[in-house]
């Protein structure tokens, strides 16, 4: 019974990293995505479907084995999940069904197209990207399964980061000098800002603070 409890986890673990290689197929390939004549889902869903499929077999060999077993890991995995899924029911009502798919993006004649700065918005730039990881550390802490830990290192140090990286060169070369300055007054991890402010010597809206003050500052 265990075991195929076991599967949970792993499966959940799958489907969270199969999230960037499924943007990967959709945003560097928009343009020919939106000359379909039909929604583009119709192909890009059984391709995602593929994907999961293809981690799912590259990960099965290992998907039982654990590096611990302890039922109270699942306390600080609810820590884990509240947070993420605080984080979906808002943006749900904030960002919107249209924009969390993708589907703005594939069929921007049927969708407004505009920068998103309200809401959590405020507060990291990629919400969704942080309640995703949230959520697959809480799978991972909470099962003790070495394939979770391994997906979310994977997650943490490469996909996630690439996917941000790529994303937000697309955001700058579509909405210019607004997501200049949104991405300068807002961290991509809560908190960054003022840590940049204080080693590079700007403050947290991007201005550069007089060297003066600056090392004024750093020899209190």
Not at 67 to 75: D, E
């Amino acid at each position: 019974m265990e075991a195929k409890l076991l599967l949970i986890p792993w499966m959940a673990a799958v489907i969270y990293s199969s999230i960037p290689l499924f943007w990967f197929a959709i945003h560097p390939f928009a343009e020919r995505w939106r000359k379909m004549n039909r929604s583009p889902y119709r192909a890009l869903l059984p391709l995602w479907m593929l994907i999961i499929a293809g981690i799912g077999w590259c990960t099965w060999p290992w998907h039982s084995q654990r590096i611990y077993s302890n039922f109270w890991a699942w306390i600080p995995a609810l820590v884990f999940f509240f947070v993420g899924f605080r984080v979906y029911r808002r943006i749900s009502s904030e960002f919107g069904t249209h924009k969390f798919s993708g589907e703005a993006e594939l069929r921007p004649g049927e969708h407004p197209q505009q920068l998103v700065t309200t809401g959590l918005h405020t507060r990291l730039r990629h919400p969704i990207y942080f309640a995703h990881l949230c959520n697959l550390a809480g799978w991972a802490v909470g099962s003790g399964l070495m394939m979770d830990y391994v997906l979310l290192a994977l997650n943490m140090l490469v996909t996630f980061p690439v996917m941000i990286y790529m994303e937000e060169r697309e955001l700058e070369s579509r909405f210019g000098d607004a997501f200049r300055a949104y991405k300068d007054r807002v961290p991509l991890v809560p908190g960054f800002t003022h840590l940049r402010a204080r080693f590079s010597g700007s403050n947290a809206n991007g201005r550069e603070v007089p060297r003066k003050l600056h090392d004024q500052t750093h020899r209190r």
